[in-house]
């Protein structure tokens, strides 16, 4: 059932059910766990459920945030497959990159991971993110994210391909867009005449123009 788009819309809809899940998800001790994470990540295909998932119910991010420390492999990856998903609606980018300890534990499976499907997903949703100006100071802060991010742009792991290299240095690349942008705006202010507060000169806000699909089918 749950590979149905129909389903997957219904499911995500009924919050017993999902907090059930969310709840099973944590019990990293018992083998079910996979199964329910595994299941969260088939309700993120759905791209009417995204906003639902991640403003309404708030307690999926932090547990897949936890499921992607999971010791079994299956559990990871479908963790890092659901935050692909959630991280490629710009509406909903700059809520996930706040989400406590998201972006040290997705740079962590970048790095760490061996499996060649989980490293593309986890290097994705970092991608995905990069592409929110509203994400540049969360990045920055957390150190992690331009290291592995250069990492893998050089191609330091002998199991890192040629389109990991690519996303990671396309994420590089619009992270540097973002510190350009501001430094010149603050530049303009310098500079140009005196403006209003609220003119668009005068603030630095996300366009909230989408630029890019990247989603794990």
Known sequence: FINSCSFQFLFARHEQLVFTLV????????????????????????RGNTKWIVMRLR??????????????????????????NLSQDKSCRQEIA??????????????KSTDEAEKLSVISALQNLTDEPGNLVPMTNTPQCFATLIRIAHGQDPDTTEKMRYLACDGLATLSHWLRKVATSAQSMENGPVEEPNSPRALFVPSLKVVTWNQWE
């Open 23 to 46: 709840m099973v998800s944590k019990l990293q001790d018992s083998p079910s766990h996979a199964h329910a994470v595994a299941v969260l990540a088939h309700l993120t295909r759905h």
């Open 59 to 84: 307690s999926v991010v932090p547990a897949l945030v936890t499921a992607i420390q999971s010791p079994h492999d299956g559990c990871r990856k479908f963790a890092c497959y659901a935050l692909q």
């Open 98 to 111: 706040n989400t406590p300890e998201l972006l040290v534990g997705l740079c962590t499976r970048a790095r």
